[in-house]
């Protein structure tokens, strides 16, 4: 049985993602056939506390606490799953990262090669971050969707948050070949998961809920139609900020995920949720999304903080 799981999965693609979290370390491995990109399979999901005082918002305070944990947290894969091909993928939180978009003022710039632009990338990606660029970590691209082209689109980050994780991950035996922000990352789990739940182009919100506060999209079709952060200057509370996302249109939905019990400590909760939105809310739930497989630990599935973890693997099997 053994070799015939093992021949199984050198067949597939699989990819995990690893969130590390204020409380907790999460991991979920998916895999599709390797020959096109068909059903997903969830493999494994886990979840590893982390010690008190282990993470501070988005810096690891205790690197060996939170390597202990993803070590554990790997223990519960499958050994047929883990190969020195297995991608793997840890997220930054949304805080930690600045973005920009410099616009191209010349058509023919785009075509040129990357290096003529990257002096104009690093000193936008000081300008916003406001750290010196040997301290940066800079990801960056030439945007050419509808909604703004003729830009470059800028990610960046302190270097010492990006070298924290991939330490942690390498003192755990872990090769990250990704490192994503974790709002994208949720986002990209919560717009796969509207694909299972709504009926195609239905509007719908997505609503994120993590450490350092809460991220909201409105989604028309294949659109990001609005966006909001909460906490932001422009919001004196949670229900403003959604107001604004909902601007006087009834979503049909709203998908929640992340850490759910963390709208408590702002009087909130997912009932307040959809009564700001006037729509039903439903929570992000991996089992929705799996094949019917099962794995160790499935009461995980249900737990839509592992949105993060998801929209990770997800990436890694995408790339």
Known sequence: MALKDSLRMTMRRQAVGIDVGSQAARIVVLSCSARKMGPLRIECVALQPLPPGAMAGAEIIDRQAVARALSEAFGNVPQQCISAALRCAMAIPGSATFTSHLPIH???EAQRPATSLEPAVMMEAERVAGIERHALAVDWYVDDSPKRPGTVSIAATAREHLEARIECAAMAGITLTTVDVEPHAALRALRHAATFELELHEPYA??????????GWRIEGETIAGEIRYPSPEYSCVADALRDLAE??????????????????????????GDVLGCSVLPFDCSSLSDGNVIPQ?????????????????????Q
């Open 106 to 108: 010349h058509a023919d």
């Open 298 to 318: 499935s009461e995980l599935l249900h737990e839509p903080a592992f949105a993060v973890a998801f929209g990770l693997a997800l990436r890694g099997i995408a």
């Open 206 to 215: 997505a609503i994120w809920i993590g450490s350092d506060g809460v991220y």
């Open 248 to 273: 006087n249109n009834l979503n049909a939905c709203a998908l929640v995920g992340g850490e759910i019990d963390l709208l408590e400590g702002v009087c909130f909760s997912l009932a307040d949720i």
